[in-house]
């Protein structure tokens, strides 16, 4: 008797098990697709960013929208989502789909030329500026700062690597990789940080109190 009711206990808890395992999976596959998602869309849009440049006679660095969306996307993106934008990227531009700029090479060519350095810090400034973002309060000004400090490294990485690639002089190199672009780049670090201050403040107001 006893193991005929153990066997009918089981056999319900059983039946409960699978449906929640199975909700739980169904869960774990919606993310999964979400995630898909938006690194597909994030992509896109950095590739949009990227075709929205302009060249530089002077300097083989064009001036261009892509820093703007790195620093968007890494303040409304978690860090791990933000950094898998960038490598998702990253790996669409080395397949030789065309998402840098115009003014280049393209494929691996364009991440080994002399851009390659800008193009591969982003996923450092993204994860940088999308943990920085998320572990304290999201003020604007605190978001200006951080934003700043990306871009400060994309520039500094950039001009590294352009200075391998060519020798220049310190000095030439900053005339040619960093103060040219400074002006600009304040521009979309003001519009990322006050873009991701007001969405951080909507989601607060749409939270339950």
């Not at 531009?93 to 691996?108: N, S, W």
């Not at 364009?110 to 390659?116: R, S, V, Y």
Request: hydrophobic fraction near 55%; charge should be positive.
């Amino acid at each position: 008797m006893e193991s005929s009711i153990d066997s009918v206990t089981l056999g319900k808890s059983g039946a409960l098990a699978q449906p929640a395992s199975g909700a739980a999976a169904r869960l774990l596959r919606s993310a999964a697709l979400a995630n898909t998602g938006i690194v597909l869309a994030a992509s896109a849009l950095i590739a949009v960013c990227a075709h929205l440049s302009i060249p530089l006679y002077f300097t083989p660095v064009p001036v261009t929208l892509q820093p703007f969306a790195v620093l968007l996307l890494a303040l409304l993106l978690r860090p791990r989502l933000a950094l898998g934008v960038m490598l998702a990227y990253l790996a669409e531009g080395a397949a030789g789909l065309p998402v840098f700029t115009p003014y280049g090479l393209g494929g691996i060519a364009q991440l080994l030329g002399p851009t390659g350095g800008y193009l591969l810090s982003y996923p450092v400034v993204a994860l940088l500026v999308s943990a920085l973002w998320h572990r304290g309060a999201r003020s604007f000004s605190r978001g200006l700062a951080i934003a700043a400090a990306g871009s400060l490294l994309t520039l500094t990485l950039g001009a590294l690597w352009l200075g391998v690639l060519t020798h220049l002089a310190p000095v030439t190199l900053l005339n040619h990789a960093v103060l040219p672009f400074l002006p600009a780049d304040a521009l979309k670090v003001i519009a990322a940080a006050a873009i991701a201050w007001k969405a951080s403040r909507l989601r607060a107001h749409r939270q339950p109190r």
